[in-house]
């Protein structure tokens, strides 16, 4: 197919799609991470996908909604654009979704995905693709791996031998419980949350994002405890670690429960 074929997926991306201008930005990141890559990766042993198109395929996940790993996987067996952005010829065949699982714990332990991040959002600053003058602040519930039957009182008999089986049942009706007398035993720092009024309440957490106006980008990122107030001190705190400026910045938190909005000085 190659040998018939003078085409490569450089030739079929057009010249102004705005996808070029993140690869660079991208490309400028992983580079930087190279030598980061090299220690955690040891050479030898049996060759394995790149931890940069691991990277890049994670990148264009998020731009596209694609849904999950498998589903990306997929569709790189057939989408020029994806294999252009990951560097792959047109006749290369899409890696296995299981690589994902395999690297995922490798790179978190060395905290490689949150230095990515910061170096994307450096990258975007440098070329003034981020406005340092206006904010939103978002958050969405995290459901924790914990499950109800782990949410037991503080005060509970700790010497208590654990109910038979692994899925033991468990009855809740009529019991009052509450994140000031009850803990999961399995996620001690999770906390059960409603969203609303007509949501079950789950044991979750909140994350939290922070995106500037100019191009709708994300900039910072938080996770607290769902305590009711995570957002509004999620929001100083990302607010806090923004470069130091003399103008006024704006605040609005996008919460349907408050929307609120509120004007920050920024310090030298």
């Not at 930005?25 to 890559?37: I, Q, S």
Request: proline content about 5%; hydrophobic content about 40%.
């Amino acid at each position: 197919m190659a040998m018939l074929s003078s085409l490569s997926p450089e030739d079929l991306i057009p010249a102004e799609h705005p996808i070029r201008r993140i690869r660079q930005v991208v490309d400028v990141v992983l580079a930087d991470l190279d030598a980061e890559f090299e220690a955690i990766y040891a050479a030898g042993g049996r060759p394995s996908v790149p931890p940069e198109q691991l990277f890049e395929a994670t990148v264009l996940m998020a731009l596209y909604s694609i849904r999950s790993e498998r589903q990306f996987c997929e569709r790189l067996s057939y989408d020029l654009l994806f294999k252009w952005f990951l560097g792959l010829a047109i006749d290369d065949r899409s890696f296995d979704a299981s690589t994902f699982t395999k690297n995922r714990d490798r790179l978190l332990d060395h905290d490689i995905a949150d230095r990515f991040f910061a170096a994307a959002v450096a990258q975007a600053r440098l070329r003034r693709y981020l406005s340092s003058d206006h904010f939103s602040v978002d958050g969405t519930v995290l459901e924790a791996w914990a499950s109800h039957k782990s949410f037991k009182p503080k005060d509970r008999d700790r010497n208590e031998p654990p109910a038979p089986g692994r899925n033991a049942e468990a009855g809740f009706h009529g019991e009052i419980r509450s994140n000031k007398t009850h803990e999961s035993t399995t996620d001690p720092e999770a906390r059960l949350y409603r969203k609303s009024a007509a949501a079950p309440a789950k044991m979750a957490y909140l994350g939290h994002l922070l995106m500037e106006h100019r191009n709708g980008l994300i900039v910072d990122m938080e996770l607290t405890q769902s305590d009711g107030y995570g957002e509004r001190a999620a929001a100083l705190t990302m607010i806090d670690r923004l470069p130091a400026t003399r103008r006024r910045r704006t605040v609005v938190e996008l919460s349907p429960a408050a929307q609120l909005s509120a004007q920050v000085r920024g310090t030298t």
